[in-house]
């Protein structure tokens, strides 16, 4: 996932984050956070021939805390993603599931390491690898990487047009085609994997996902699911204050379940419709309640950057990455490492470095790093894949829209968006809300969005036609599927995978 910002020193020194640490000798290449050793991201490089081998040491800064971390350290961590109106930038990222032409079953890991070699090869991008495996590539601020079930995610790069976040994608979309087409596999847009079974999944040879799983086997097939058998599109999008960030939180936390239905792309799984538009996201009702969710908090006068640290240091963590090596302390407490005191690691201090990936392990509706990461939607075709920045950037970049949204919302309740996150899945935009249905509400919404689009003044606005058409329908993009799928297809999804093929 890609960072938005690059925070200057003042923002850190203000929040008492510039503190003394002691460096290792290690060479390093810092990526995000230059000013701040605690918040160092680590990508360290070598040249074999004219390609960069990147090791996938993202998250571990060369530099040894002499004071714990405070609080104050971690609201700076969030503080220090303050930015300018004119340097707000557009972050997308989206994930598709890789399938043989022939057979329709999942590709293996050894064809996505072959697809990413020849990609590399061919459009020179960097390696990323965890030892001896090869887990994704690098280009610029552009990200490729893998997901635990072989899903292939594209983080783009901090752009500042919604005609940028369409170039990059579709560029992406045609290198892995050129390449995968000559392989014979070929890659979906869809929320879950229509016909494959959880055991049929491939699992990508990296650490930290397998202690994930481990932990999240706990809640049965239902948390593995999750991990192995969704797609989704996201957009991380900046802030300018803690005020600023407030607005845009409650904003999009509210709305998060407009967009699930404006985006519903999940409606089969192993061979037959489930009985949800969007199954990816109803999944995620059943996993870890502690991480997931609403947050309901976020609406109290009381939020800001310090309620966001206290829920994320009340959520127990999964994994820490040390010297390398990626260890297991699902269920520990970050602030029991904050004294020293983690059972795993006795005496060890953690950096920021460790806290931005406890951050990682966090997954509610709209979550919160150094930008807010908009995670409501399911993946789909192109169109839908640009439409779902162009639809947040309408309404959150923008101050009457954002306005708008604000006003609306100002009286739903708990139980009401609640409500709204538990039935959109199954009901989607005909779900009942208040004295009509939701389908009126997300129209009135996407004409906010595109308004918001046209005052910035980028001719950005035709990104959301086809959500703009979605709502005026009422008809989810799932429900097209399942009308073909019941009438044009037979009831069969083999052609499902014709249909939505990159």
């Avoid at 690691?345 to 920021?352: D, N, S």
Wanted: aromatic share 10%; proline share 5%; charged share 25%.
């Amino acid at each position: 996932m890609s960072l938005l910002s690059q925070p200057g020193q003042a923002h850190f020194m203000a929040y008492g984050v510039k503190r003394n640490m002691v460096a290792s000798n290690k060479k390093e290449t810092h990526v995000g956070f230059p000013s701040s050793p605690h918040l160092a991201k680590t990508w360290v490089g070598r040249k074999q021939g004219h390609k960069v081998i990147v090791a996938a040491t993202a998250t571990e800064a060369n530099v040894f805390p002499t004071e714990p971390l405070t609080k104050e350290d971690l609201v700076g961590y969030f503080a220090s993603g303050c930015k300018p109106r004119e340097e707000w930038r557009i972050g997308t990222e989206h994930e598709k599931f890789g399938f043989q032409l022939r057979t329709l079953c999942p590709i293996t890991y050894k064809q996505i390491e072959e697809l990413l070699n020849s990609v590399a090869a061919i459009y020179d991008w960097g390696k990323v690898m965890e030892g001896d495996n090869l887990v994704g590539l690098k280009k610029g601020k552009l990200s490729i990487s893998l997901e635990t079930g072989g899903q292939l995610e594209l983080s783009g790069a901090p752009v500042k047009t919604l005609h940028e976040t369409y170039a990059e994608i579709k560029s992406h979309l045609c290198q892995v085609k050129v390449v995968a087409t000559k392989m014979g596999i070929g890659f979906l847009g869809i929320g879950f994997q229509p016909k494959a079974g959880l055991k049929d999944m491939p699992r990508m040879p990296k650490p930290h996902l397998e202690i994930l799983a481990r932990y999240f086997d706990k809640d049965g097939s239902v948390g593995i699911d999750t991990m192995c058998r969704t797609c989704t599109v996201q957009v991380n999008l900046d802030y300018s204050s803690e005020a600023d960030m407030i607005k845009k939180f409650r904003a999009s936390l509210a709305l998060q379940p407009i967009a699930t239905a404006l985006f519903a792309n999940s409606p089969f799984s192993e061979g037959k419709p489930n009985g949800y538009y969007s199954l990816r996201s109803h999944i995620w009702t059943a996993n870890d309640k502690c991480r997931i969710g609403m947050l309901p908090f976020v609406f109290d006068d009381s939020f800001g950057f310090e309620r966001y640290v206290d829920y994320a240091l009340d959520v127990p963590m999964l994994y820490i990455y040390k010297e390398k090596k990626y260890i297991d302390c699902a269920g520990m407490s970050f602030r029991d490492f904050m004294a020293g005191k983690l059972p795993c690691l006795p005496g060890e201090l953690p950096t920021l470095n460790d806290w931005e990936n406890h951050l990682r392990t966090l997954y509610p509706e709209v979550r919160m790093k150094t930008f807010l990461e908009m995670r409501g939607a399911d993946a789909g075709p192109l169109a839908m894949l640009c439409a779902l920045p162009a639809f947040w950037v309408g309404l959150l970049y923008d101050e009457v829209s954002l306005q708008n949204v604000l006003g609306m919302i100002a009286d739903w309740t708990v139980e009401e968006r609640e409500m709204l996150r538990n039935k959109v899945p199954k009901t989607g935009l005909k779900t009942p809300f208040r004295d009509g249905l939701l389908r009126h509400v997300a129209e009135e919404v996407v004409k906010w969005a595109k308004d918001g689009l046209e005052r910035r003044g980028f001719k950005e606005s035709g990104f959301l036609d086809e959500v703009a058409e979605v709502a005026k329908a009422g008809v989810t993009p799932a429900e097209k599927l399942l009308e073909m799928h019941q009438r044009k297809w037979r009831q069969c999804v083999d052609p499902l995978f014709h249909e939505l093929l990159y």
